[in-house]
């Protein structure tokens, strides 16, 4: 089967700062990867390059079989940035047209049919926040905003869900539903690849972790990561590990 992402020997540098040194791992379709690491090791860079949103300095990376700068079916891929959280930024739309955007990639310039209302509806649905549906984004919770976004992806039929620490300033019991969501549609066969700094968080709900610090100190399935000294090593003797278990 092809990997959905595939990163091989990738190198990047902002200016003279080596932010990604040689990093090679695959995500297999159904994963879901943990991206673990100290502030400032090169996780969201990592993302961004796998994703098609920074191209790497030396070295190469593929999505879903095909080499990213070439990839065009963005409506297979679900992103949620670490920004998705702030009340500055947001559009004034409801949450149920922030959700039918999900559908315009399929639809191009014609209009929204009633399939691609049903499917926005039911993707409302799934990630439970059908009853605030035409409210405001601007006026929701960081994480009812969170479940809005994964909701548009959701509607777009993608098949890779990535997150970027998607519960900063989210409520502990809503981090907790979160999460259970995340868990839930990732068996229904969506791969993620989700950044959080709760190495608790990751070692309980992902199945394959990849810790890093510039380089990458271990690429494997939890169980691996969790026997290893890749935590301490990434992390060094300074390091802040927050490790919280629910």
Not at 25 to 45: A, I, M, R, Y
Not at 140 to 160: F, H, K, P, T
Not at 196 to 204: L, R
Request: glycine content about 10%; hydrophobic content about 35%.
């Amino acid at each position: 089967m092809t990997p959905v992402v595939d990163v091989r020997n990738v190198s990047f540098a902002y200016g003279d700062s080596l932010a990604l040194d040689d990093v090679s791992l695959t995500v297999e379709q159904g994963d879901f990867l943990g991206l673990v690491g100290p502030n400032g090791s090169g996780k969201t860079t990592l993302l961004h390059v796998m994703l098609g949103l920074l191209s790497p300095d030396s070295g190469s990376v593929e999505l879903f079989g095909q080499p990213v700068s070439e990839f065009e079916a963005g409506e297979r891929i679900g992103y949620v940035s670490q920004k998705a959280t702030d009340r500055g930024g947001t559009m004034p739309v409801t949450v149920r047209e922030c959700v039918r955007m999900g559908r315009f990639a399929h639809v191009g310039h014609s209009r929204l049919t009633d399939d691609d209302r049903r499917i926005a509806d039911e993707a409302l649905e799934t990630v439970g926040i059908g009853d605030i549906a035409d409210q405001q984004m601007n006026q929701l919770s960081g994480g009812q905003r969170q479940r809005a976004y994964i909701a548009r992806a959701l509607a777009s039929e993608a098949d890779l869900l990535a997150l970027d620490e998607p519960t900063v300033g989210v409520d502990a019991e809503s981090r907790d539903e979160f999460y259970r969501l995340l868990e839930s549609l990732n068996q229904s066969g969506i791969t993620i690849i989700l950044i959080e700094h709760d190495i608790g968080v990751v070692t309980d709900r992902a199945n394959r972790i990849a810790c890093i610090n510039t380089e990458l100190y271990h690429h494997g399935d939890t169980e691996s990561f969790v026997e290893s000294d890749a935590l301490s090593e990434a992390y060094g003797k300074t390091g802040e590990v927050v490790h919280h278990h629910h």
